[in-house]
């Protein structure tokens, strides 16, 4: 039997609607969305429009879309995820959750300090989730929004089927500006395709379910080809004309180092050969850069967020928490805030 979205409906009496937009149903585009995703996907089109009249738009999240944290220089950004808060609050998470971590590194070959930092660095350790509403966001970017408006588009019917796949309430669920969820802040076509339910009570819960979060980052990194015990980057020296079509390709895994080698790079610590790398560099001060080559570790990192920036601080995050989990012994443990589970609506 088909799902619908008419008890939400229902549940949804909590939430005013004074602030709704009644304009966006009026819109043509709107109107065509709304007939596809009902045809492709099975919803109730009554209940569609029902829902779509609860939506308020969020016109200042555009305004955020154009001014993305990764546009500063490597100097500027590193401090904002290597610091003592995140390396301490990490130390603590590890700690807190062992015997987790160490199951799922069991299971997916992802290193407890290598979830832990992901999930440092886009949350805070479970702090920082977002305070808007997921369907809000997504149908405000996806129809105001040109210059993204496919991928966000796609990412709206996603959730529409994700918020009818976990039997809840599409308006219950929060996340970033950018429809980012939970601890590991999942967009929703990568929760469909990676969240996981580790502990078997049938929901993918990664905003109050700690463990579903924690193996949906090692699941998400393996699906790209996180390679258990492989090393993430290093620096090198550079030389030559080839230099600069190698690093407008720095997000693709074209090249084996020694291919590499041959076109001017040279690594500064013995490195396999036939291993297959990236070209990246990081303004480290003001005026100076440095190169450096991603592996296929890396290059997992950059599938979670595309950016040289967030994976070289993913990467320096996990190894100053696990030194920070080694070294310290007075490290209290954290009660980090735990979302209430979502009640089922469908």
Known sequence: MRKTLITALFALLPFSVAHADEALLARPEVQEYLNQVSSEQGFDRAELNALFKRVNTKPNVLDILDRPSTSRPWYQFRDNFIN??????????????????DAIEERYGVPPEIVTAVIGCETLYGRNTGSFRVLDVLTTIAFDYPRRADFFMNELTEFLILAREE????????GSYAGAMGWPQFMPSSFRKYAVDWNGDHHRDIWGTPVDAMASVANFLVAYGWQKGGAIMQPVNVAGDQIEPLLADKFNLHYTVE?????????????????????FTLETEPGFTRHYLGFTNFYALTRYNKS??????????ADQIRKAYTETKDLTT????VAAKRKSHW
Do not use: C, H, W
């Open 84 to 101: 003592p808060t995140r390396i301490v609050g990490g130390a603590r998470f590890m700690r807190r959750y062992k015997t987790e971590l």
């Open 308 to 317: 040289t920036l967030y994976a070289s601080a993913v990467a320096g995050l």
């Open 259 to 279: 291919a590499l080698m041959q076109k001017g790079v040279t690594p500064l610590t013995e490195t396999d050969p036939a291993q297959q790398a990236v070209l």
């Open 167 to 174: 039997n809840a309430d599409p308006l219950s669920f929060m």
């Open 334 to 337: 954290p009660q980090p805030k």
